[in-house]
């Protein structure tokens, strides 16, 4: 009875078809009954592995960095305005027995207010050390490679690693004689703006350190040596305006009355190689634009001569006053804090 009882189950279960999967081995139903899954095809693409990408700097931020220039060296011809200059800069200035001369080193071109920028830098670092009022800033500065470049705006590559060394060289090698600091007509000076720098370069560190001549050094530290200026100064590629902004920012500084300078006296300041006649139509090209930084510069014709007139924006002046308030609120807020307690 049993085998026959056994027989008939079998027989109605092959009619019935296989037989069905536990529960807990069947496919959710939500996924089964999706109308997004029946048009589906069953067929599934792997990924194929990602190739490396080329390890980048990232795009440079212009935002607004602490960058501070030597104010001493600001309205007196040090650097040369172009890129390729070995005539010597000859500069005197009578009324204050102030002497220049910049000379280059054989097969070395002059310093160039591009090159300065590495000084800029320095400069920068050293005034975060001041304000810090941790220590006293050496004279030696290491810097990654990384860093320097970006911080002067410029790309990581073997091109501007190789400009980057150029501008060191002709920093330690051009020559300056002055009597700049002269108070008792008894002292001069020669020296380079670096005394040294040299490159280091390891599986982990791509490092430079920068060695600054003792009399750069001396002046940087001095009180109220360094001025700040916009970081978007590294963006001006016209050694022309370059010059024009270091100017405005010597002497129109943070006033809100314009500040002007004849042609003739620009010329001087500006210690130019080129004829007068020529370095007056670059100046004017210059001043026409009127892009550099912060300033407004115009061109003005009076009684047959010619000047440059500097003043500083008026929203530039708003900004500052905008976060000179924000400072002394937050100073007058820490200050009655401390009175509560």
Known sequence: MKKFLRSLLSKAMNLLGPEPLPASLEAPKEIIESPLEKDVPTKVNIPKKAA?????????????????????????????????????????????????????????????????????????????????????????????????????????????????????????????????????????????????????ERKDVREIHITLSQWLYDGICAQGALLKVSSKYFELTSGMKRFLYRTARKHAGKNENAWEFSVEKLYEKSGSEREFRSFKSDLKTAVLANDIPDYDIRWVERNRNSFVNFKKRKEILLL??????????????????????
């Open 52 to 200: 490396k990408k080329p390890k980048t700097i990232p795009a440079l931020s212009h935002q607004e960095r602490d960058v501070r220039d030597f104010a001493e060296m600001m309205g007196i011809p040090f650097l040369a305005l172009s890129k390729n200059r070995t005539t010597p800069i000859l500069y005197e200035n009578p009324e204050r027995g102030e002497k220049v001369k910049v000379t280059a080193h054989t097969g070395h071109f002059i310093a160039s207010i591009y090159d300065w920028d590495i000084i800029v830098f320095v400069a920068s670092k050293m005034q975060e050390i001041i304000n810090s009022g941790s220590d006293i800033p050496p004279r030696t500065m290491k810097i990654t490679r990384y860093e320097l470049l970006k911080a002067l705006n410029r790309k990581e590559g073997k091109k501007q690693f190789i400009d980057l060394v150029g501008s060191l060289d002709r920093l330690q090698l051009t020559g300056i004689s002055t009597t700049i600091r002269n108070q008792d007509s008894q002292y001069r000076a020669g020296f380079g703006f670096l005394d040294s720098w040299g490159y280091t």
């Open 320 to 341: 500052e006053e905008s976060n000179q308030s924000v400072l002394w609120g937050v100073h007058h807020v820490q200050m009655s804090s401390m009175d509560k307690k």
